[in-house]
């Protein structure tokens, strides 16, 4: 590897795929890479740039996605802008900060591998590309398998499974099921094409030397011998999670925060509250499963904190908020880490995303699961079998919605299970480790 020397600082351009819980983690990781005298330009399209941009001191530059003002973001829009429209806009931004006579020209970049239509475009460029998987390592595992989930016969060459059956990824892992897989989401003909994204993704890390993981070794073993075509060089595997004490920027949202709801949580006892949240990007649980979570928190007794999208709103039953006012809160949005840190807070109803399930175990909440889709059902595995700090919810029958969160909320061992995560994951060890990994990772590409 060519080391580089600069008289200025080095600029690190850095692209992570458009969406909420790739964009913050990519966030993250450029404030702390601030502390080694880099100078991290994060990009994004411009219907996220202008959000992010005013709620954080990384410089976020903004390339046109070329969809109309007006048209949806969803995965594939999203994926054809990726693929057909934003690349010629990088490519000229990426020209553009590697020359000047500041001598800090772009001394490598960090690319989200859902974004991986930015490795080409590096690639192109002459400019040494490093890969960024936002999430568990083992997510990652089950995309590399692929191949071998396909010479097993265990899925068909458009992804879908033969049949119901479970995947052993390595030494001490819980056993996946073929149902989980990340692509299998919405129709038939949703599913090839999320497959088809995946396979393509896969392909182009094949080039990378590196890919950095936001994720930790808690997260079982880290095994990254079971990668297992020894015929295909594989990138080296750095975690460097948690970041939360490398950076400022745990809790960045898009969505405006109801803050309400902290002087709400003020008043109630210790531990008795449930916060609910599935997330911003997958659609959350439907209409009618609204209705019955709604009645099932109703007659429950629980009180509750609940973050429900405007549009969801009807599928809640005439008059619920109001009904509910004095024993919980319906909100667009809320603060979550600070929710989370809030005394009041026994117990998070979670789609199981890994920005979620890691604040979770930062503020020592336990977790009741219902994974929705995409790597939420591996982190459900983890956080159920592996780690033992939280339960699977199954449906919203009232009876199943009582016997878990009363399961969860009165388990004091899972409590203290929780506390000793927490520890491991947040304590000093881990923050030396993750400092050491960063040093090194720097020290591979440049001399400032």
Same mark, same amino acid.
């Given at each position: 590897?060519?080391? !580089? ?25 450029? +404030? ?30 903004? *390339? ?30 990426? !020209? ?19 974004? +991986? ?25 089950? *995309? ?20 119901? +059956? ?26 090839? +094409? ?39 060089? !594989? ?17 960045? !949202? ?195």
């Amino acid at each position: 590897m060519t080391i !580089h020397h600069y008289t200025m600082s080095p600029k690190v351009i850095m692209v992570p795929y458009p969406a909420h819980g790739h964009v913050t983690p990519m966030l993250n990781l450029a +404030s702390a890479l601030t502390r080694f005298g880099l100078s991290p330009v994060v990009v994004t399209p411009e219907f996220i740039h202008d959000t992010i941009a005013k709620k954080t001191h990384v410089t976020c530059m903004s *390339i046109p996605d070329g969809l109309d003002d007006d048209a949806p973001r969803d995965f594939f829009a999203i994926e054809f802008a990726m693929e057909n429209n934003m690349p010629v806009h990088l490519e000229r931004l990426v !020209h553009e900060l590697n020359i000047g006579d500041d001598g800090g020209g772009v001394a490598f970049m960090i690319v989200d591998l859902l974004a +991986s239509w930015a490795l080409k475009v590096g690639d192109g460029c002459g400019v040494p590309v490093v890969g960024y998987w936002p999430v568990m390592f083992v997510a990652y595992q089950l *995309i590399a398998a692929i191949p071998d989930l396909l010479s097993l016969d265990i899925i068909s060459e458009t992804g879908i499974p033969q049949n119901e +059956s479970l995947i052993n990824l390595g030494y001490d892992q819980p056993p996946l099921s073929t149902q989980d897989l990340p692509w299998l989401i919405g129709n038939l003909a949703s599913r090839r +094409s999320r497959f088809r994204f995946w396979t393509r993704t896969l392909s182009r890390t094949r080039t990378l030397s590196q890919i950095l993981v936001n994720s930790f070794p808690e997260e079982h073993h880290f095994d990254t011998t079971n990668l297992q075509d020894h015929s295909i060089k !594989h990138p080296r595997i750095t975690p460097i999670g948690p970041l939360t004490q490398h950076t400022k920027y745990q809790n960045l !949202h898009f969505s405006a925060e109801d803050k309400s709801c902290l002087d709400w949580l003020d008043q109630q006892s210790e531990r008795c509250v449930v916060y609910i949240s599935f997330g911003t990007w997958v659609s959350p649980i439907g209409k009618a499963k609204v209705r019955n979570l709604a009645l099932a928190l109703e007659s429950s007794k629980h009180s509750f904190i609940w973050v429900l999208g405007s549009k969801w709103r009807d599928g809640l039953p005439k008059g619920y908020a109001e009904r509910m006012l004095d024993r919980g809160r319906v909100v667009s949005w809320a603060p979550q880490s600070e929710v989370l840190r809030h005394k009041a807070v026994g117990c998070y109803l979670t789609h199981c995303g890994w920005n979620s399930t890691v604040e979770a175990i930062q503020s020592k909440v336990k977790l009741l699961c219902y994974p929705i889709a995409g790597d939420q059902f591996v982190n459900c595995d983890y956080i159920v079998k592996i780690w033992r700090i939280g339960i699977r919810l199954d449906d919203f029958e009232e009876e199943d919605v009582h016997k878990c969160l009363k399961r969860v909320m009165e388990d004091i061992e899972m409590e203290q299970r929780l506390v000793k995560m927490n520890e491991r994951v947040f304590g000093m060890e881990t923050s030396l480790r993750v400092s050491s990994n960063l040093t090194k990772f720097v020290d591979d590409y440049i001399i400032v």
